[in-house]
């Protein structure tokens, strides 16, 4: 007896497993491409918000330098100061203007949400809306706006090295 021997030819692929791997082709690439969409976009996000935070770094240090060099102080409020340095004989103001953060006409920074300065006598005493002749410290804080409105604040004191004689009324 002569047996028949069958010889499978398994060198092809079926079309169904050619569906199955470009299904499976398909979800792999829509998981990368999904996570690549995300990695984007916080890229982007961290990149404005640091440069949110180089604005309100380069504007407080700035403004410390300022201060620091006042020699009479003739206006001031919680949202302003004008003064004389020691620098030059020029009347300088540091102020608010809709929202950009002004030393005189020049922009310190935009995207300011709020700013404010208060006055101490001293580390222990309680806050001043006013400069006043008392006044040795000033506390400067800054809130600006970043990327998808997030807010960074920033806070300095500086220790005007005035002379208090000097002082306007």
Do not use: W
Request: aromatic residues 6%; neutral net charge; glycine residues 4%.
């Amino acid at each position: 007896m002569v047996m028949c021997t069958k010889i499978l030819n398994n060198k092809g692929l079926t079309l169904i497993e050619i569906i199955i791997s470009l299904v499976l082709v398909g979800i792999v690439a829509a998981v990368v491409g999904m996570s690549s969409v995300h990695m984007v976009k916080s890229f982007l996000f961290s990149e404005k918000n640091v440069d949110t935070l180089l604005k309100g770094q380069i504007a407080i240090a700035r403004m410390q330098k300022e201060l620091n060099n006042i020699k009479k102080v003739s206006a001031s409020s919680v949202n302003s100061i004008t003064f004389s340095s020691y620098r030059d004989v020029a009347t300088h103001t540091i102020s608010l203007g809709g929202n950009d953060l002004l030393l005189d006409t020049d922009k310190l920074t935009d995207q300011v949400s709020s700013f404010s300065m208060v006055y101490y006598d001293n580390y222990g005493s309680a806050a001043s809306t006013e400069f006043l002749a008392t006044t040795k410290i000033i506390e400067i804080t800054l809130k600006l706006t970043g990327a998808d409105n997030v807010t960074s604040e920033f806070k300095a004191r500086s220790m005007p090295s005035f002379d208090t004689s000097l002082i306007a009324p």
